[in-house]
């Protein structure tokens, strides 16, 4: 699910962070990071974002919680000149579980932010890990590489590799008979589980891919703003756990590409309701476009800067703080 945009320089009006703190905030968020407290770092020069993630690769290969966060800030800032470091670590294979799950994260990295080539070594690396014993047990991860991929890649191949996970778990399970009739095993719920991957959540990804494919498809700018406003605010929560990172993805895709102004518009047009679950308080995404609006630097009406939600404010992504 990429695009062929390419964004530079930082978007809004706030004034960047100065370099030492960038860093400190880099670091903490990368090696420190606590949920309770802390949001992604927001303000940094995207440059020194990508220089920044490089000097740490060059340690080596991150475990797995680092590396997760390695990938949310080259997403957010646009560091598309760390893939090919990734795709460096992943030529050298997978030794441990652990080293597993880091490579995952840097096969979502290539594929929502590599260029054509780093797209399809990553692609290929997606495909060796469906294909490793190690990954059994780490199924959801491998749904969010595929994540990354589609279109054009189908569902198909990691489809086939759940029902090979589910075959042993069958087979215990058979044999075991009237004997774990009353209980509810591992078995079971591991069974339970991968069933559940490939019958909801496979699906729930291709029906976002389809969506994103729709608002992709709009060929007036301000339109397809438009709808990603909609689904980043809420109005829209159709596969939201999929569509809302695509969303802000693109929205700031956009800005950074000079479409700021058509941005900030999108989040100030009323929203067209229709017949799409909207599950919460009008309050809520009320304060998500105004955090928004300031994100991107508009200027915020005295009924917008009144709104108040700390939470929100610190875990959105459009958002200053």
């Not at 979502?108 to 495909?127: P, T």
């Not at 105004?290 to 994100?295: T, V």
């Not at 630097?297 to 800067?305: D, K």
Request: charge should be negative.
């Amino acid at each position: 699910m990429t695009t062929a945009v390419r964004i530079v320089g930082p978007v809004g009006g706030a004034p960047l962070k100065p370099e030492a703190q960038a860093r400190a905030e880099i670091n903490r968020y990368i090696e420190d990071f606590d949920h309770r407290v802390d949001g992604l770092p927001k303000r940094l020069e995207p440059a020194l974002v990508e220089r920044v993630l490089l000097e740490k690769l060059v340690d080596g290969r991150p475990p797995p919680p680092e590396a997760q966060r390695h990938l949310d800030l080259a997403d957010f800032y646009d560091a598309r000149g760390v893939v090919p470091a990734w795709l460096e670590i992943l030529d050298r294979g997978e030794a441990t579980d652990a080293n597993v799950f880091t490579a995952g994260f840097f096969v979502i990295g290539a594929g929502v932010l590599g260029d054509a080539a780093e797209h399809q070594r990553g692609l290929g690396h997606y495909h060796r890990l469906v294909a490793s014993a190690r990954v059994d047990d780490k199924m959801p991860l491998l749904l969010k590489c595929f994540d990354a991929f589609t279109p054009p890649e189908t569902s198909g191949l990691l489809r086939g590799r759940i029902e090979q996970a589910l075959a042993p778990l069958r087979a215990r399970l058979d044999a075991a008979g009237d004997d774990e009739a009353e209980g509810w095993s591992p078995e079971q719920s591991a069974l339970s589980h991968l069933e559940s991957l490939r019958d909801v959540g496979l699906q729930r990804i291709v029906g976002a891919a389809a969506i994103e494919q729709e608002v992709l498809a709009e060929l007036d700018p301000q339109a397809r703003l438009d709808q990603l406003a909609r689904i980043y605010v809420g109005f829209d929560l159709r596969y939201h756990e999929h569509t809302k990172r695509w969303a802000t993805r693109q929205i700031l895709r956009a800005a950074r590409a000079s479409w700021q102004t058509e941005a900030i518009a999108a989040f100030r047009h009323p929203p067209r309701v229709t017949p799409v679950q909207v599950a919460e308080p009008e309050e809520n995404r009320r304060v998500r476009a105004a955090l928004a609006i300031e994100f991107l630097g508009g200027e915020l009406s005295p009924e917008e800067r009144a709104m108040s939600n700390p939470m929100l404010r610190r875990v959105e992504l459009l958002s200053l703080s």
